[in-house]
């Protein structure tokens, strides 16, 4: 995730990333204004339908569309949006709880006991580091999906990798509890903090393997496609040639709409606007480190 100034509006006028949607859209945002050239070409040269009424009533269905498609792209976008910062504020709790265990664990444990801190300095800081990969793997991803992934058969899904940590965690919990380190009081305290990374791990979990129904997204598409296609045919005759360039950036906003939605309804992935889990997991391991 890319920090920046939001504040600097000539810089972000004229400034593009590897995410910027002019990049993804340019090719077909070039075809769009083609066909619309054509379209414009074919029914001002040829066609001269300028003269009849029903021509001249087109824009209105477009105008009609127009709220449709506006309702269903600011939905799309805060659906997309909200998955987003629900994802954030599942790492910022494992963010805090991580240092709300680090913090118990020092105030309970023997200063003296050095290889007990040193176990929960590095296991603590370890389940951020494998919860990013495991929320990063296509095994995860397609862990809801009704088909199979032959390409997958050599991968061992039966074995879940935070739990394996979690459970690393309760055990040595559990150890100090028996050789009497840890009162039963203090075993209660933990247990919090202790179930919240699997609380929190499945949270994810759930943001990840189930992404906005298929028909939904297809939807949209294809409302965007169709609504952008017929534009040429009911303002080329108060536009002219002009109608190219216009349709062009209609096209252009819409499609951008979907773009940014697509990129942020994943916020586990590798993408300029996704979490930076990887540099959450260091400060992590970095805090950590230096309570215990």
Same mark, same amino acid.
Request: aromatic share 14%; glycine share 4%.
């Given at each position: 995730?890319?920090?920046? +100034? ?15 949607? %002019? ?9 769009? %204004?083609?066909?619309? @050239? ?64 680090? @913090? ?64 690393? @965690?309760?055990?040595?919990? +559990?150890?100090?509890?028996? +050789?009497?380190?840890?009162?039963? /009081? ?22 990840? +393997? ?17 609504? %952008? ?29 979907? @773009? ?17 889990? /990887? ?14």
């Amino acid at each position: 995730m890319k920090v920046y +100034n939001n504040k600097a509006w000539f810089a972000s006028l004229f400034w593009i990333s590897r995410a910027d949607t %002019v990049r993804k859209l340019f090719p077909l945002i070039i075809f769009v %204004v083609i066909y619309s @050239l054509a379209i414009a070409f074919w029914e001002l040269e040829y066609l001269h339908l300028g003269d009849k009424s029903w021509v001249k009533n087109i824009p209105t269905l477009h105008s009609l569309l127009g709220f449709a498609i506006s309702i269903l792209l600011v939905f799309r976008t805060n659906t997309a949006y909200d998955r987003w910062w629900e994802g954030r504020k599942l790492w910022g709790s494992l963010v805090n709880n991580s240092r709300n265990l680090a @913090l118990k664990l020092n105030i309970m444990l023997d200063e003296e006991d050095k290889a007990t801190r040193s176990f929960f300095r590095k296991t603590i800081p370890l389940y951020a580091d494998v919860l990013k990969t495991h929320l990063q793997s296509e095994v995860t991803r397609l862990a809801l999906d009704e088909n199979e992934h032959p390409e997958l058969v050599s991968i061992d899904t039966k074995k879940h990798v935070p739990n394996q940590v979690a459970q690393l @965690l309760m055990q040595r919990v +559990n150890m100090l509890y028996k +050789n009497k380190k840890l009162t039963g /009081e203090q075993i209660i305290i933990l247990n919090g903090e202790l179930s919240a990374f699997t609380d929190i791990c499945g949270a994810c979990e759930r943001i990840k +393997n189930t992404p906005i129904p298929q028909s939904y997204s297809a939807f949209i598409k294809k409302f965007i496609f169709f609504y %952008v296609m017929t534009l040429p045919f009911g303002y080329v005759f108060t536009l002219g040639y002009y109608v190219a360039p216009i349709v062009g950036f209609v096209f252009y906003v819409l499609g951008s709409m979907e @773009l940014v939605a697509e990129e942020i309804e994943d916020p586990f992935g590798v993408d300029d606007n996704d979490l930076p889990m /990887e540099k959450m997991a260091f400060n992590i391991r970095k805090h950590v480190g230096e309570i215990l």
